[in-house]
Nanobody, 117 residues
Framework: QVQLVESGGGSVQPRGSLRLSCAAS????????MSWYRQAPGKERELVAY???????YYVDSVKGRFTISRDNAKNTVYLQMSSLTPDDTAVYYC???????????WGQGTQVTVSS
């Protein structure tokens, strides 16, 4: 049974930091590209960052220099280190795993991140 379980969300003040984790099970984690998406109220879900099976990374412009995605294949876990948070980062953050050139595409349940003073 495939599972992606996010954790680490919460409330933080502007300029604060959080680290999100996504624990994967039920599939060959090391072969999958892993991504973090987010969805703010009233907005479409957007890609925040991804990391390929080979370790290459991509970030949306709005988080470059503030967020870092990483993976630990031994722990089947992907992380999103977020710093210098602003209220615009408030959203539900979702973990996604996708196997290239296939239809294998898995989602977590999401974790809420709220940035507010």
């Amino acid at each position: 049974q495939v599972q992606l379980v996010e954790s680490g969300g919460g409330s933080v003040q502007p300029r604060g930091s959080l680290r999100l984790s996504c624990a994967a099970s039920g599939f060959t984690f090391s072969s999958y590209a892993m991504s973090w998406y987010r969805q703010a109220p009233g907005k479409e879900r957007e890609l925040v960052a991804y990391i390929t099976s080979g370790g290459s990374t991509y970030y949306v412009d709005s988080v470059k220099g503030r967020f870092t995605i990483s993976r630990d294949n031994a722990k089947n876990t992907v992380y999103l280190q977020m710093s210098s948070l602003t209220p615009d980062d408030t959203a539900v953050y979702y973990c996604n795993g996708r196997l290239r050139r296939t239809s294998y595409d898995y989602w977590g349940q999401g974790t809420q991140v709220t940035v507010s003073s």
